[in-house]
Structure formats: C-alpha cells, structure tokens
C-alpha cells in the first residue's frame, strides 16, 4: 500500500483546510486509516482513525472540530478540519494497518504541513 498526502497549507486561526490521502492499490483491504500529527518539539500524536465500517475515533483536542472520513470508491481518505487553532500546526501524516494473513502491516504517507496562523 501506497499512500499520498495533501491538502496542507497556510490558514488564520479560525479557518479550514481538507487533507488528502490517497490509496493505492486500493483502501478495500485497509482495516483501519487514520490522521496523526507531529508539531514542532512534540512526540506524534493520534488525530482520527476511521475503520473500513465507518466507525471513527478522535483526539479530545480535535473533537468536534475535525472529521474524518473515507471514499472507497475513490480509494481516499480524507481530513475535514474546521476551527482551527495555532496549536494544530504540524505536519499530518495519514496512516493505514493492513491485517494479511495473521500479520499487521502499518503504512506511512509523506506528510503535509499544516500551519495555523493566529
């Protein structure tokens, strides 16, 4: 599995950025997709992970902001961030574990910068 970030940028605090993450061969057999950050000094972080049923999960500091979601058809993921705030600037990497045979296999995109500006 491929995977292929964007949509990061430049916004002011309060604004709205989606973030991109293609898929390839395809995301059918992806079990679970998910956001994760890494802002200047600080470990990674979790943003969101949706599961191949659609089921989500979301940093308590992205709650309610943020949504996460997925087009099978379109074998993407994507980030919808809302509202946001200079303490979400990082750089977004999307994630995909892939369960074959018995075996976890964790695939990393490139990532994109997402800068907030207050």
């Known amino acids: 599995v491929q995977l292929q970030a964007s949509g990061g940028g430049l916004v002011q605090a309060g604004g709205s950025l989606r973030l991109s993450c293609a898929a390839s061969p395809n995301i059918f057999s992806i079990n679970v997709m998910g956001w994760y950050r890494r802002a200047p000094g600080k470990q990674r972080e979790l943003v969101a992970t949706i599961t191949v049923s659609g089921s989500t999960n979301y940093a308590d500091s992205v709650k309610g902001r943020f949504t996460i979601s997925r087009d099978n058809a379109k074998n993407t993921m994507y980030l919808e961030m809302n509202s946001l705030k200079p303490e979400d600037t990082a750089v977004y990497y999307c994630?995909?574990?892939?369960?074959?045979?018995?075996?976890?296999?964790?695939?990393w995109g490139q990532g994109t910068q997402v800068t907030v500006s207050s």
């Open positions: 994630n995909a574990k892939q369960t074959s045979r018995g075996v976890l296999y964790n695939y």
